[in-house]
């Protein structure tokens, strides 16, 4: 999703090509084939303590990165300064701290991913691990994936795993169907909600609608969390939250997956992550050697 200027990507050596994962220690899990139908009607579906069994070991991870935050990749504050709380995120990291690596080598992220995306395979992109402190009021602007990234296609999964019980006027809320509905929106810099790149003119993209001033007129998904669940969207579903004051620590894991139509895309700008020097072109397959592929069917 988006970075703002509080990071220096030049200080950590976080691009690391051609890590080995031995995919045979990766475990298959049974799908619902209704819940997959529900994924691609709304482009998102909620899963009740899908993954309560790896809280402790995510939660584990973001302590690690909270603690020395400068150590490890795109550290993020999106609360200006004197405003009460705290928004934190970071990402590309999982192969820095050894609890992210261990939730993409050994979970079933891979196995759901490749198979809610209708995919043949599911090719690994990277993390995102976010907190929001007690008396943080600063809502997530609403937004797409997609348009952050480098990547286009239409076999795109997130798989977000909520680490502490959230109210759902405070939890990620996400308008149904708007993955369908063909168009793409300027992403937003979470700490103002302005336009993440100034270079927008040359693109085919269009202003974020206000969605919260007219709320009656979308469908939106807002769901109470409790640790494990997790919600898996699609990269173009219209997401964000609301500006309630958040009461107790609110933590959640995202992993970002790839189906096998996705491909590089050149996007005017920068994009969030900020991969350079990986040498592919527009339209080519992205390099599995940079972003491994963990499942196939």
Known sequence: MQSTSSFNANTIDWQKPGISIDTSQLPDIATDANDIEVFRRDG???????????????RAGLQRNLENPCQFA?????????????????????????????????????????????????????EHAFLKAPGTQRATPWHQDLPYYCVDGMKTASVY?????????????????????????????????SSFND?????????VPDIDADRQNYDIAAWALEPGDTIIFDFRTLHGTGNAMVKTLRRAFSTRWLGDDVTYCERPGETSPPYSNHRMRHGERMRKDWFPVLWQR
């Open 44 to 58: 998102v579906v909620l899963l009740r303590g899908l993954f309560a069994d790896w809280v402790d070991t995510l």
């Open 74 to 126: 795109f550290p993020c504050e999106s609360n200006p300064t004197g405003e009460p709380g705290r928004f934190f995120d970071s990402y590309c990291n999982w192969q820095l701290i050894p609890e992210y690596l261990d939730f993409v080598a050994h979970s079933a992220a891979a196995s759901l991913a490749g198979q809610f995306m209708g995919s043949d395979q599911a090719q690994f992109f990277h």
């Open 161 to 193: 795993v909520s680490l502490d019980q959230a109210a759902a006027e405070v939890a990620v809320q996400f308008v149904r169907g708007s993955h369908r509905w063909g168009r793409l929106f300027y992403p937003r810099v979470f700490a103002d909600g």
């Open 199 to 207: 270079d927008q003119a040359a693109s085919d993209l269009e202003p």
